[in-house]
Nanobody, 123 residues
Framework: QVQLVESGGELVQGGGSLRLSCVAS????????MGWFRQAPGKEREFVAT???????RYADSVKGRFTISRDNAKNTLYLQMNSLKPEDTAVYYCAARVVTYYSTSVNEYNYWGQGTQVTVSS
């Protein structure tokens, strides 16, 4: 079993930055592909970014060039650095783990989820 706990979400002005963190339990964190997803009110959960055990990454077009996903396997921690935030980035952000090494952009291919952290960007 893997437990994921996100933190770092808050209210921020448009154009600002935030860094989200996700701490994972378990000794096999380094073998998992990890991802960040988000869900705005009334919308489906959507892919934001994903990272393989090796550090290879992939991003949604809407965040490419503004967000950076990274991981510290020694600390069992996943990060999402978000710059140049826009009001449309407002959502609950979820950390997810996939018990294989290769990443995925699909919500349905992740095995474990955190409880989410709220990010609100004002205009």
């Amino acid at each position: 079993q893997v437990q994921l706990v996100e933190s770092g979400g808050e209210l921020v002005q448009g154009g600002g930055s935030l860094r989200l963190s996700c701490v994972a339990s378990g000794r096999t964190f380094s073998r998992y592909a990890m991802g960040w997803f988000r869900q705005a009110p009334g919308k489906e959960r959507e892919f934001v970014a994903t990272i393989m055990w090796s550090g290879s990454t992939r991003y949604a077009d809407s965040v490419k060039g503004r967000f950076t996903i990274s991981r510290d396997n020694a600390k069992n921690t996943l990060y999402l650095q978000m710059n140049s935030l826009k009001p449309e980035d407002t959502a609950v952000y979820y950390c997810a783990a996939r018990v294989v090494t290769y990443y995925s952009t699909s919500v349905n291919e992740y095995n474990y989820w955190g409880q989410g952290t709220q990010v609100t960007v004002s205009s």
